[in-house]
């Protein structure tokens, strides 16, 4: 512990130790005056209803003083942490209206209530994804930023949900990460171990080529990279016009639970915006605790006025009087 004042410290102490002098002396010279009397010194019980109140307002006096001392100390204060990736598939199939206004448009308004609710401990960063994958916002504090990127994605192409967490991994890592050529028997890249990091993909689970999602999810676990998927879609689907063109689309729930649980994961289905919301409430970020330095001046005065309180009401009720 330490005081922002420290002199007045030494005045608490000094004036304290003063007090409880003065009152020795004030009780020594009560007793003498009892025994000139004849009178005999009251037994335990009393002698402790006697000096009770009085010391207990002397305390409370003394953690006054302290308090005008300002004290401080360091505790631990826990806080969630880590780095939270929000890949978001944003290929034709997300334009379909099964999910309120659109897939796409509800995952958007889910993920930016996520980011802003996070604390500056929390770096969020966005990939977009269709047949091929763009980190449109690297991992960071700047949460603004971030609801700004989120806010820029549209509609457009294929889906690859292997290319999504690689480019994932890529802005996790900080660097270009690959599949190795299964062909030529190469061992997978050492990425390192990245247990505070998450993954959370945002698709309907159409995946139309690209790397294989399942290897790709392999790798992330051999990172320590856990991925939660959301299914963003109805599993009835939706139709949806393309250059002209009618097509189908639903949720494809079997490959995004897979993509999952190879990273000790979870798959949640997300049907609008609410469900949506309540996925991101159950991200298990990583908790640490952080050292702070936290002042007591409240916790002092507060204690001192319990204990002048309590000193007052028994005087109060005991002997009729205050002092």
């Given at each position: 512990m330490s005081f922002e004042y420290p002199l007045l410290l030494a005045v608490a102490v000094a004036v304290g130790a003063g007090l409880l002098v003065a009152y020795q002396l004030l009780q020594r010279r009560r007793a003498a005056a009892l025994a000139a009397a004849g009178l005999q010194p009251t037994r335990r019980r009393g002698r402790v209803r006697r000096h009770l109140p009085p010391l207990l307002m002397l305390a409370a006096?003394?953690?006054?003083?302290?308090?005008?001392?300002?004290?401080?100390?360091?505790?631990?204060v826990p806080r969630a942490s880590g780095t939270v990736i929000l890949a978001f598939d944003v290929s034709n199939s997300m334009g379909a209206k099964d999910v309120t206004p659109t897939r796409l448009a509800a995952a958007q308004s889910a993920a930016a209530a996520f980011v802003r609710a996070q604390p500056?401990?929390?770096?969020?960063?966005?990939?977009?994804?269709?047949?091929?994958?763009?980190?449109?916002?690297?991992?960071?504090?700047?949460?603004?930023?971030?609801?700004?990127?989120?806010?820029?994605?549209?509609?457009a192409g294929g889906t690859s949900l292997g290319q999504a967490i690689l480019a994932s991994l890529s802005a996790i890592?900080?660097?270009?990460?690959?599949?190795?050529?299964?062909?030529?028997?190469?061992?997978?890249?050492?990425?390192?171990?990245?247990?505070?990091?998450?993954?959370?993909?945002?698709?309907d689970g159409e995946d139309t080529g690209?790397?294989?999602?399942?290897?790709?999810?392999?790798?992330?676990?051999?990172?320590?990279?856990?991925?939660?998927?959301?299914?963003?879609?109805?599993?009835?689907?939706?139709?949806?016009?393309?250059?002209?063109?009618?097509?189908?689309?639903?949720?494809?729930?079997?490959?995004?639970?897979?993509?999952?649980?190879?990273?000790?994961?979870?798959?949640?289905?997300?049907?609008d915006a609410?469900?949506?919301?309540?996925?991101?409430?159950?991200?298990?970020?990583?908790?640490?605790t952080e050292d702070k330095l936290v002042e007591l001046t409240g916790a002092a005065?507060?204690?001192?006025?319990?204990?002048?309180?309590?000193?007052g009401l028994l005087m109060i009720s005991w002997f009729g009087r205050i002092l």
């Open positions: 006096l003394v953690l006054l003083f302290l308090g005008v001392a300002r004290p401080q100390a360091t505790v631990p500056d401990t929390v770096d969020v960063g966005i990939v977009a994804f269709g047949q091929g994958a763009l980190t449109t916002q690297l991992p960071s504090a700047d949460h603004d930023s971030t609801v700004a990127a989120i806010n820029r994605l549209t509609v890592v900080g660097q270009p990460v690959s599949l190795p050529d299964p062909d030529a028997a190469e061992p997978p890249p050492d990425l390192g171990y990245w247990r505070s990091a998450t993954i959370v993909l945002l698709s690209g790397p294989d999602a399942l290897a790709a999810a392999e790798l992330a676990a051999t990172a320590g990279v856990h991925i939660e998927t959301v299914g963003v879609g109805t599993v009835e689907g939706a139709t949806i016009e393309v250059d002209g063109y009618q097509m189908a689309t639903a949720l494809n729930e079997e490959l995004l639970t897979e993509v999952a649980e190879t990273t000790a994961g979870s798959y949640h289905r997300a049907q609410r469900s949506l919301n309540d996925v991101y409430d159950s991200l298990d970020l990583r908790i640490t005065v507060a204690i001192a006025l319990i204990l002048l309180t309590i000193g």
